[in-house]
């Protein structure tokens, strides 16, 4: 074959140089639009010197100032002279030979890592064939991510900490700890963890350069026909942030991600059976990380064009080491705020041209188009239909006291992209604004989603009754606020109109949240995060029976064993104290649970102010509002 390409190399040049793209009809790209979340470029290396001595002719070209790859084969008909057949690909970014390394890092992998520094969760992916430079791009973009966390340039002080795995197949080993054996294991709460990996901090520049190097050195090779240092593995580097100003809210989380290099066709005649093996594997992972990545682009169009209540997209991360080991990047119930980039890299040499077809066959495949619509109308009740502006005159009238101020918060975001930041970023900005407390911050955050959710299932239930007669006549009882008061009973906001007027000590009831300052004689000091509590009403005290003790084991109402009174400093005040259900901060960061059976008795001197506190399905917890 590769005589029959020399041979022919003239004749190939030519009818390259004659080529002109078929006019098509109006573009897809004119109708359609990517994902904003997932980025796929490609980038085609130049020729290298060892290619251009044997003669072989390009055959991959960029088109022009365009994102479509051209890629002409020479076939053999069974009858007259050797013909190109052309294909070409369109990606989202295209590099051509010229493009350098630093082109790449500053359009579109430099923007991942303020994202991960500010929570959310950034992933680089280069995969490509054997030879097609892929370890050469990660390198250089590794170099820079360090360059760029180190540089001073990201507000705030974050912990930095590297691992930097190996996966071989099914097995994974530690590249930072001279390729111990790792195991890759989901734990009960659904996270997966890289047991027995070790993670080190790093506080400077040199450090985090001699850890890449370290385990660039490590990675298994093993000799190709084409590249003596060929990666038969794929390299899994996490940086990990901890913000030590929000220690409830997840990490920031940044991979990059050199994928084993795909075999050469022309590669394998003279490999032995476990090399066949290995490719066969790096194949089929590579193909489930396509269903997966695509699946993530799937649910977040999903998610954001108001269709959250279709049945989610199977994401089949568990299919594979690689995809289990990102599933942060890919599952849609971690609830993480991900932005990925993918580079596939290209070997332009005509020799190559089968494997380079599969590479930019598989960039495609990975892009989630969707149809362009026309920018939703402005509706206040909509946050995806705000623009700037409108975002930040709600921002201003809607954050409570002191209002928080819309400039950090959202300084060009529309409602959309402030939705899709990463949580942490969001309550840091929020936290720029003087007198914000975290929890301010947070529970606003809860309210712009709650927003938002609220009127995608609004939006869903207007589509679903328009579609079904029955819904309509069903909710035909001309009381528009029928539904309403139901949905307002997942809230412990108080359902009585007015009843904000009232000062809450004077319309305490069951259910009613309330913020509380444990005092010193009451006892349950021990039971306060940082000097404050929360605790919903269930009934007051002296309601309760002479058995019923608190969570202390203390009794509640009555007489204790010594025959002295206890509870309301012994005077037995009706109204004075009631027995609550202790309120705490749950699993996720901002959720709350309600403890029903673990009791505390909080006098009304100590009760601070109401707390409006929403019961969120998805989750099954509580959600402070402001
Ligand atoms: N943009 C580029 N400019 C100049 N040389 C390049 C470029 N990209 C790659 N190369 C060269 O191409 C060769 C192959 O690159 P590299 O080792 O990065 O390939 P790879 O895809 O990682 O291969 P494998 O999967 O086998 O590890 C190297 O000699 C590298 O220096």
Redesign the pocket.
Known sequence: MEQFLLDNAERYKNLVAKFRPVASGPKASDSTTATPEIVVCS?L??M?EDELAQGFPVGVYLRGNTNTVDLHELKQPVRGLPRITSSDYTVDRAFG?DAT?AEIYDSLIHPLVPWAWGGGVATMFAF??????????VSFLERQVAETLMDGSLSGERNIYISIIELAGQTAYDLLNARRQISILEDSFGVTQMAGALEHQVTNKESLLDYIEAAASLRRTAP?M??D???RSHAICRIRFENHALPSSKDGLLYMV?L??SEAARDKAIHDVSRMKEAREINTSLSVLKDCIRGRALADADSFAGKSGKKPAYIPFRQSTLTKTLKHVFDPASGRSCKTVVVA?VNPCLADIGASKNTLRYAEMLRVVMPKTKPAEYHPGVPATWNNEQLRSWIQTNSGDPAINPTPLAPTETGPQLLRLPMPEFLSRCLQTPDVSAEQAQAFQAKLWKLHVDSQRAANRASASASSSKASNNSGSGKPGSGGRLEMLDSSADPEPGSAEVPFQQRIRPGMVVGWKPSAAGGYESFSVGGKAYAMVMCPREVVGERVRDVRGEQVNGKDTTGSSVGGEGKGETGEAYLCAMVAPALLPGSYGISPWRQVVVRVEEMEAEVLMEWDEATRYYYMTV
């Open positions: 980038r290396r130049p290298l030979p390394t490509g064939q054997t030879y097609s430079g892929k370890t050469y791009t190709t084409k590249n240092s060929s990666s050199d084993a290099g890299c």
